[in-house]
């Protein structure tokens, strides 16, 4: 886990120090939806890239592709609702209150 940002640097030195390796990179950090993506790398070559856009440059199903995918990358076992994420995967407090309740009333 890293903050903020990939750290891309990183992972092309250690692909440069491992030529004829291909590593495949998955990544998603705190902030579901962006800063995500998968590429791979050989020899300190990035390909196969695909990569999130600013949140903000996203289209509605690119943000829905992207909260899904980093979100079933950081929390694989969790349910999406327990974050606030209803089944469009856009955060909303109904959703959370929703999942609260629902807790609330199995728990009794």
Not at 2 to 30: C, F, K, Q
Request: with cysteine; net charge negative; glycine share 6%.
């Amino acid at each position: 886990e890293t903050a903020w940002a990939h750290p891309n640097d990183m992972m092309i030195a250690l692909s440069e120090r491992l030529p004829g390796v291909t590593i495949n990179v998955r990544y998603a950090d705190e902030d579901i939806g962006s800063n995500c993506g998968t590429y791979r790398l050989k020899s300190g070559v990035r390909f196969d890239e695909d990569i999130a856009d600013r949140h903000g440059d996203q289209s509605p199903d690119e943000r829905k592709k992207w909260a899904e995918f980093a979100f079933r990358l950081c929390h694989p076992d969790t349910d999406p609702a327990s974050y606030g994420y209803g089944p469009d995967w856009e955060y909303s407090e109904d959703a959370s209150e929703a999942y609260e309740q629902r807790q609330a009333n199995a728990a009794h």
